[in-house]
């Protein structure tokens, strides 16, 4: 199996973290010439990393991607429960990818001090602030959103809130998860295959930043 990904990609660890949470033998290699290229369209037609490639089987879509290696390799269960915890579930992944990480990922233009504007950094903060607020509602830490072991619904948090902390870090800005889910990310920053994942997102976000402040 191959994950065609690179370690800056937030959709790319949360694919990452399940391949290596459920020791699936696999590669990760960067889309050669960049993702988008017509090289990598050659291999998958998206041209989007994360793309995941199983024999005969090219897929993008970093959700459709976990629920087949969930399928395919069950253990340990990443969505567990009867269909209407497993509905729950699904919905807290989607609130990562539809309302939360859109919100960190509007902001990546203003991590040049050239292009910033306070004005647009204030309202995104608060809009970012009544999300994580609504993820605690719909929360249950066990101490996993909802569930005692990591779930499908945890993974794609954990590169995400970095880089929110890192970026806001970067803004001056003070980065404050709610309180009902700091044990909730110190329990998902202990899972091995999460902290193996975030040591290399750390390391590729920081150096970004970096090449951003001129
Ligand atoms: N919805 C996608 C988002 C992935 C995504 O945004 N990937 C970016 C890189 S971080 C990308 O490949 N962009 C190129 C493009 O959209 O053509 C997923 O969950 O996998």
């Known amino acids: 199996m191959i994950l065609y990904a690179l370690p800056i990609s937030n959709f790319c660890s949360k694919v990452a973290i399940v391949l290596r949470h459920k020791q699936i033998p696999h590669q990760i290699i960067p889309p050669p010439n960049g993702y988008g290229s017509p090289e990598y369209k050659l291999v998958v037609p998206t041209g989007k990393i994360p793309g995941l490639v199983d024999g005969e089987l090219v897929l993008s879509e970093s959700e459709a991607i976990n629920e087949y290696l969930e399928e395919q390799y069950p253990n340990p269960v990443m969505l567990p429960g009867d269909p209407k915890k497993r509905a729950q579930l699904r919905q807290l992944s989607r609130h990562h990818d539809l309302a939360v990480e859109p919100i960190i990922r ?91 994942t975030l040591r290399e997102a750390r390391e590729a976000t920081v150096t970004w930043i970096a090449s951003k402040q001129g």
């Not at 309202?123 to 066990?142: G, H």
């Not at 800005?173 to 295959?193: G, H, N, R």
């Open 106 to 196: 509007s902001l990546f233009g203003q991590v040049s001090p050239q292009t910033r504007n306070t004005e647009v950094l204030q309202n995104k903060a608060a809009e970012l602030q009544k999300q994580l607020n609504m993820l605690a509602d719909l929360a249950d830490p066990q101490p996993f959103l909802l569930t005692a072991e990591m779930s499908l619904a945890d993974v794609g948090y954990a590169p995400t809130l970095l880089l929110g902390e890192l970026m806001w870090e970067c803004f001056g800005m003070t980065w404050d998860l709610p309180s009902q889910l700091q044990e909730w990310q110190q329990a998902l920053w202990q899972v091995p295959a999460v902290a193996e």
